[in-house]
């Protein structure tokens, strides 16, 4: 008896120890990170069946999602008991764990859902419920409106002063919920009870407005209180009624700005109450004299009107608002990154100029605005001008602005009193300002300039051991932080800022490594969509303020097709293509529509915009290429990624007929560009970076004429000459076409032109000429001279995914399947990147020191990569110490040419080998 006892307490300790160790290992499964339409926990979504997203963390590696649940409710009391589901999938055998759609009944206007989501894994491992997130509807049906435009009075058309509107209010019981619904002809910012609604600026946003008008929807309950309140917004001429485009051209939507807000407020004992704009609200002007995008801000303290949206406010004086009749256009709920506050910096230096001009250099050229301190007699005004660099001499400059004065004033009140003032409707781009009228000496402490850009998530960061690369970098990300302001601008100071089609599209790639930019895109795409013309041409700009004589030229349109497509490799979005592609078809129709013999060679065209060209060229050294060469390659190029996009959704009929399309495209290129001997009719960089990147030659006579295009940098020395159509794909061909080293030399070369020459120059934005300001101080034309636009920034591309080699997978799009495969090289020993995917974080580092060669890998849960180890075919390759073939979630190891090329489950890896 006692021997049986002593054996069976050991053996009963160690089941119970297997016991708590698998429970371990399967609490170690969580899901984290839930989003709804890539948002988390939005309020205001307005498709039928949203779709959840969520990310799987685990300890083992090769972890693989087998199954998922999801259960949806409208409490979140009995949610987590599993009670009273409006919806519970089931569980779903299935390694999906992105923008899986929403199968239940149907989900009603205004209500808000919680759902959770619970997954097994290839282990056998179960995560738990996830924490309890929500998403809430918006207003679905548009007799749900039934708030009032308001406005001031009719025929109110003068630019300028902004109005004021409040509404005060009762609340007879405590409050449950409260959601404001708020949009504005113009641009709106509301309070409640003297605090701001919302974090975001510039709302409703720029859409286009006679078609698409956004609304917010915020949950304002914390703003409210059981008893007095009020309510209210201001109002800026904004993209609306502002100065648009050129030529001093304002109220291009509309000479009258108005708003329109319902309240809706449900109490604790089930009750509802709702308050809305209508003809019993009151409106005033306050200080904002002006304020507008390219002009700046007036603002007038003595006209401060302190606690106009706070109860007690004594609105006598105030009249009462004009209703007014909707628009034509289509409310429509937005969840979209907005505009917010980022990043805030201090003065690097405050200096006298040349000229006695105070400046103040903030060490960072920026898009936002400067909150100041001031102290001083009433009736003083303090301006600020805004401008990017300095001149020659080191004095303020800012001719490059055109006819935008980017000018801030304030007139202070007085009276002893400390005063703080920051902008309201407009934003600037700088780095310096120059300070008028400031009373007494300014000091650092009492200036602050402060990021403002749509609010977009950062999700990648780029390293390497070259200092200047790394500013590349970080101007890269700060071109696109500028520019980003609820659509991509070309640039943010002088007076266009508009949504150029060119420059949006090269760059849309580079975007989606930086930063979360699938809202973004989704959102804009549909203004593309809505300011297509019927004829399929695309306009120069979206929203197209230029009109429909400014659409079709190649390169620009193209951004119909080429952001979707970028988009879906980015997150994998097949709704985007789907959404997308009517538009699609449509501008390949279009080039089809204007082709003859399937040669595209009419209309006007933009080409390779702001290509090399020395001032004095008296010898042809200026890098011309025909412009129908690139309009027909650009043809062929959006074929292609249509029939892509057709096979993605099943249109195996379109995929058909575009394939055969495209084989005359490319007939057509070579019968009127390439010569017999394989020379093309343009010897620039760009014609054979199209030619080469687009497959518009036959394979016998590729590689030749990528020895072409080589010959060619090394005619310039090393140089680039391309413009906004070639420079994105120049060094991807170069390493495609086995000339990585010669990819090196161009980035790293440091004279212009060249990526590194505006770094030398001290840039800290990327600039639109690649000779902004020359060597000796001088500056560019003042026509054309920005030193925030982030076109030339699309090397960032390759830097990504060649020179570290993190990069997609066509058949497993948004890194479903990662593709890992890094080019070393230049004088570089180290080069990095980490890109939060829509899984979780990618990781890739790699480091040589002599003919030591390490690489660093985290592939994360729920995908797998193909890794390829340069010049690894014959190396004796450890992975964490161990053999290869000894890695339990390594496999089909196998020689790639001088490369080793294996699959790797998710899970951190290290290799290390001799090359």
């Known amino acids: 008896m006692i021997n049986k006892y002593l054996i069976q307490v050991p053996l009963a300790a160690f089941m119970l120890l297997m016991v708590f160790t698998q429970s371990a290992w399967a609490q170690k499964l969580q899901v984290k990170d839930l989003t709804i339409e890539y948002a988390h926990n939005p309020m205001g979504v307005d498709v039928p069946a949203p779709r959840f997203s969520w990310k799987l963390a685990s300890g083992l590696r090769g972890t693989m999602q087998q199954s998922y649940q999801i259960r949806v409710s409208t409490d979140d009391k009995s949610i987590g008991t599993g009670k009273s589901l409006l919806w519970d999938s089931g569980i779903i055998k299935t390694d999906e764990s992105i923008q899986v759609a929403y199968t239940g009944p149907a989900l009603q206007s205004k209500t808000r859902y919680y759902w959770q989501v619970q997954v097994k894994d290839n282990h056998g491992n179960s995560s738990a419920w996830s924490e309890i997130n929500f998403w809430q509807m918006g207003i679905l049906n548009v007799g749900e409106w039934t708030a009032k435009w308001i406005t001031t009075f009719v025929g109110d058309t003068l630019l300028g002063p902004s109005p004021y509107f409040r509404k005060s209010f009762t609340l007879p019981k405590p409050v449950k919920s409260a959601t404001a619904y708020i949009t504005a002809h113009g641009l709106y910012e509301g309070q409640i009870n003297g605090k701001k609604i919302g974090k975001d600026f510039f709302t409703p946003g720029w859409t286009s407005y006679h078609k698409r008008l956004l609304y917010q929807t915020y949950d304002v309950t914390d703003l409210l209180k059981a008893g007095g309140n009020t309510i209210g917004f201001s109002l800026g001429d904004g993209w609306y009624r502002g100065f648009m485009a050129f030529d001093g051209r304002h109220s291009f939507y509309g000479n009258q700005v108005s708003g329109l807000l319902q309240l809706e407020v449900e109490f604790t004992d089930g009750t509802k109450e709702t308050i809305q704009t209508d003809e019993t609200w009151k409106y005033g002007y306050g200080p904002i004299m002006l304020s507008d995008f390219y002009n700046g801000e007036n603002y007038d303290a003595r006209k401060a009107i302190n606690g106009w949206s706070e109860n007690g406010f004594n609105d006598t004086q105030w009249k009462f608002a004009t209703t007014i009749q909707p628009g034509s256009e289509n409310l429509v709920s937005s969840i979209s990154p907005l505009a917010r506050k980022h990043e805030e910096f201090k003065p690097k230096r405050i200096l006298t100029t040349p000229k006695g001009e105070t400046v103040i250099d903030f060490g960072q050229n920026l898009v936002g605005w400067v909150k100041f301190n001031v102290k001083g007699l009433s009736g003083t005004v303090v301006s600020i001008e805004h401008g990017e660099v300095l001149d020659k001499e080191g004095n303020f400059y800012n001719a490059n602005l055109r006819k935008a004065k980017q000018l801030v004033t304030y007139t ?11 902008p309201h409707f407009t934003y600037q781009g700088f780095r310096y300002i120059k300070l008028t009228g400031y009373p007494g000496t300014p000091k650092p402490e009492d200036f602050t300039a402060i990021a403002i850009y749509s609010d977009m998530k950062p999700t990648g960061s780029f390293s390497t051991s070259n200092a200047m690369i790394n500013q590349l970098q970080h101007n890269i990300q700060w071109g696109q932080k500028g520019n980003f302001v609820d659509i991509p601008t070309d640039c943010p100071q002088r007076d266009e800022r508009l949504g150029w089609t060119g420059d949006a599209q090269v760059f849309s ?31 120069f700009v979206v929203p197209n303020v230029l009109g429909s004589g400014a659409s079709g030229s190649t390169g620009w349109g193209d951004v119909a097709v080429i952001v979707p497509w970028n988009m879906y490799l980015a997150y994998g979005d097949k709704k985007i293509l789907a959404d997308q592609y009517t538009s699609m078809k449509g501008w390949v129709d279009y080039m089809t529509g204007q082709s003859k013999n399937n040669l595209w060679n009419t209309g006007f065209h933009f080409g390779d ?38 096979e993605v959704l099943g249109n195996k009929e379109d995929a058909k007929n575009y ?12 019968k009127e560009y390439l010569t017999p001997n394989g020379r093309l009719v343009s010897g620039s960089q760009t014609a054979y970076v199209l030619a080469l990147n687009f497959d518009m030659l036959p394979e016998d006579l590729r590689q030749q004429a990528a020895d072409r295009l080589v010959a060619n940098v090394k005619d310039y020395k090393y140089h680039l000459t391309t413009g906004f159509l070639g420079t994105p794909y120049l060094c991807h061909v170069l390493s495609r076409f086995g000339h990585t080293d010669i990819a090196y030399k161009l980035l790293l070369q440091d004279t212009y032109p060249s990526w590194l020459y505006p770094v030398k120059m001290g840039a800290t934005t990327i600039w639109e000429r690649w000779d902004g300001q020359k060597i000796d101080g001088t500056l560019q034309t003042t026509q054309m001279n920005s030193f925030n636009h982030y076109a030339y920034g699309a090397i960032g591309d390759w830097m990504y995914r060649v020179m570290v080699g993190l990069n997609t997978d066509d058949s497993g799009p948004g890194y479903k399947k990662i ?6 090289g230049g004088s570089l020993t180290t080069a990095s990147a980490t890109l939060q995917t829509l899984y979780g974080e990618v990781t890739v580092k790699w480091t040589q020191d002599n003919n030591v060669f390490k690489m660093d890998i985290v592939v994360p849960e729920n995908t797998s990569a193909v890794i390829s180890l340069p010049d690894a075919a014959t190396a004796d390759v450890k992975e964490s110490g161990a053999a290869l073939g000894k890695v339990k979630t390594i496999s089909q190891v196998a020689a790639d040419g001088k490369d080793l090329k294996l699959n790797a489950g998710s899970g951190s890896y290290h290799f290390e080998y001799s090359r």
């Open 509 to 539: 790639r580079t975007a989606a490594f930086n930063m979360d930019v699938a809202g973004f895109f989704t959102k804009w795409l549909k203004d593309v969509r809505a300011d297509q013309l019927p004829n399929g041409s695309v306009p």
């Open 819 to 824: 593709i890992i495969s890094p080019n070393p």
């Open 659 to 670: 394939k055969e399309l495209l084989g005359d495209i490319k007939k057509a290129f070579l």
């Open 609 to 646: 915009w702001l290509f090399y060209r020395p001032e004095d060229d008296n010898d042809g050294r200026a890098a011309i290429t025909d412009k129908y060469l690139i309009a027909q390659a650009f043809y062929a190029h959006s074929t292609q990624l249509l029939i892509n996009t057709a």
């Open 412 to 422: 202070l009140k007085g009276g002893g009193i400390p005063e703080t003032y920051e």
